[in-house]
């Protein structure tokens, strides 16, 4: 019925879903550009669409007890961006724990305008020895989908350098407020 309902939205709102539509088991997904709370929507069909289950890192602070059953239901990890603990070792260890993980981040972290994107999802995929999926949401195109997949090479540079690449001409709903350098 989820899929079939975003199928509906996504016809009445013009977009369309692109690129690979098989997921490897183990991976983790970074969707960028991040510039408007509407990506979350337009992500959460898109996941709906092709039939994958994602879980997403969500600030501890939206878990307040109404909302809590909703975001973990719906896949949400509460991070605690106050508290001195290592995100990369805890989603690491789900990794290891699991048969089947998908993991979407926006690496710039926030849907303002970032000098440089967070880093952390490139060092949880070295660790975590899985592909990263780069997701596109282009508002210009109403496009959404993976524009690549690939292995960390530990060459950290040369990596984010090609994901700035790869993300270089795709434009979010709010423009200004998408950094396309990475570093």
Same mark, same amino acid.
């Given at each position: &019925? +989820?899929?079939? *309902?975003?199928?509906?939205?996504?016809?009445?709102?013009?977009?369309?879903?692109?690129?690979? $539509?098989? !997921?490897?088991?183990?991976?983790? =997904?970074?969707?960028?550009?991040?510039?408007?709370?509407?990506?979350?929507? *337009?992500? /959460?069909?898109?996941? !709906?669409?092709?039939? @994958?289950?994602?879980?997403?890192?969500?600030?501890?602070?939206?878990? $307040?007890?109404?909302?809590?059953?909703?975001?973990?239901?719906?896949?949400?990890?509460? =991070? %605690? /961006? !106050?508290?001195?603990?290592?995100?990369?070792?805890?989603?690491?260890? @789900? %990794?290891?724990?699991? %048969? +089947?993980?998908?993991?979407?981040?926006?690496?710039?972290?926030?849907?303002? /305008?970032?000098? /440089?994107?967070? #880093?952390?999802?490139?060092?949880?995929?070295?660790?975590?020895? =899985?592909?990263?999926? $780069?997701?596109? &949401?282009?508002?210009?195109?109403?496009?959404?989908?993976?524009?690549?997949?690939?292995? #960390?090479?530990?060459?950290?540079?040369?990596?984010?350098?090609?994901?700035?690449?790869?993300?270089?001409?795709?434009?979010?709903?709010?423009?200004?407020? %998408?950094?396309?350098? *990475?570093?």
């Amino acid at each position: &019925m +989820k899929k079939l *309902i975003s199928k509906i939205i996504f016809q009445i709102i013009g977009w369309k879903v692109v690129g690979k $539509l098989n !997921y490897p088991d183990k991976c983790l =997904v970074i969707a960028a550009p991040h510039t408007s709370n509407w990506d979350f929507f *337009i992500g /959460r069909c898109y996941a !709906y669409i092709i039939g @994958i289950v994602p879980k997403y890192l969500i600030k501890s602070e939206l878990f $307040l007890p109404i909302l809590r059953s909703l975001i973990k239901w719906n896949g949400g990890i509460p =991070v %605690y /961006r !106050y508290s001195k603990n290592n995100v990369v070792d805890q989603i690491t260890e @789900i %990794y290891n724990s699991n %048969y +089947k993980f998908i993991l979407g981040i926006s690496p710039e972290g926030t849907r303002s /305008r970032v000098e /440089r994107w967070r #880093t952390g999802f490139y060092h949880i995929a070295v660790k975590s020895e =899985v592909p990263i999926l $780069l997701l596109k &949401m282009d508002y210009e195109k109403k496009e959404i989908g993976i524009l690549n997949e690939f292995h #960390t090479s530990g060459d950290i540079d040369k990596d984010l350098l090609f994901i700035q690449n790869q993300y270089k001409n795709i434009k979010g709903k709010i423009p200004k407020n %998408y950094n396309p350098k *990475i570093f």
